[in-house]
């Protein structure tokens, strides 16, 4: 269990949108720290997505946004200092302008790839094109502050990043984000999705998570998008801590 009282000591859950049918979740995540900073994961659709009607199956159903879903516990944009960019797909960096204050965290690869052209992310680009000075660029697994690491698992992506959260009851926490969406394909035999720009690396990142839940002793792994796990868990304003 963690200890420290300046690291995380709440992690909140937000699910901005749904796919009728499978019920898959996308999410947001929120860490407050008993030193008093403000950490976001991820940002959602941009507030003004109109979810596409030529799209197999029912349309995205959308839930509050992430800036509505703070103000229920008293956060505004202004307050978050540390914004972690787990990847720049549309489900995840769509507001990334709207946090005025945050330093942007995201793995150097990431975001040179982004920034040299990467056409997966061009629709995004109004929102991670922010000046230089905003972001924090990493290279590989860091430790962010105590209590709170990021994990490089490219293979959605390049640059993809998950997060392992220490909390002082819960304790240790792992974010696979889209590294590995849903607990069935969280296995060293998992195939590549037509989602993951490098099956490969996507399994091999996999293997990696894998490994990395054993050797920290991870209490609680939550998917990105796994709609039978998130139906079972907290959700904001209740909270992990």
């Avoid at 929120?30 to 008093?36: C, E, K, L, N, Q």
């Avoid at 992310?121 to 000075?133: G, H, K, L, V």
Wanted: charged content about 20%; aromatic content about 8%; hydrophobic content about 35%.
């Amino acid at each position: 269990m963690a200890s420290n009282t300046s690291g995380p000591q709440r992690l909140y859950l937000m699910q901005v949108a749904t796919a009728p049918g499978s019920n898959t979740p996308f999410p947001c995540y929120y860490i407050r720290t008993g030193d008093g900073h403000n950490i976001l994961i991820d940002t959602g659709f941009p507030a003004d997505f109109q979810p596409p009607t030529n799209r197999p199956g029912p349309p995205l159903q959308m839930g509050s946004n992430v800036m509505e879903q703070l103000k229920q516990i008293g956060v505004q944009p202004g307050d978050i200092d540390m914004l972690i960019c787990t990847h720049f797909d549309g489900d995840h960096a769509g507001n990334l302008a709207a946090f005025p204050n945050a330093q942007l965290i995201a793995q150097r690869l990431l975001y040179e790839a982004a920034r040299s052209g990467y056409q997966r992310f061009a629709p995004m680009r109004s929102q991670w094109d922010q000046p230089a000075s905003r972001y924090r660029l990493i290279d590989g697994d860091t430790e962010l502050l105590p209590g709170l690491d990021l994990i490089e698992t490219s293979g959605h992506v390049p640059g993809h990043q998950s997060v392992l959260v220490r909390l002082p009851h819960t304790g240790t926490v792992l974010l696979t984000i889209d590294a590995v969406t849903v607990e069935s394909n969280f296995t060293p035999d998992r195939e590549g999705s037509p989602m993951d720009a490098d099956a490969a690396g996507a399994i091999a990142s996999t293997q990696k998570l894998l490994d990395l839940a054993r050797r920290e002793h991870v209490s609680l792994i939550i998917f990105g998008h796994d709609g039978q796990q998130w139906s079972s868990l907290k959700k904001l304003p209740e909270y992990y801590d």
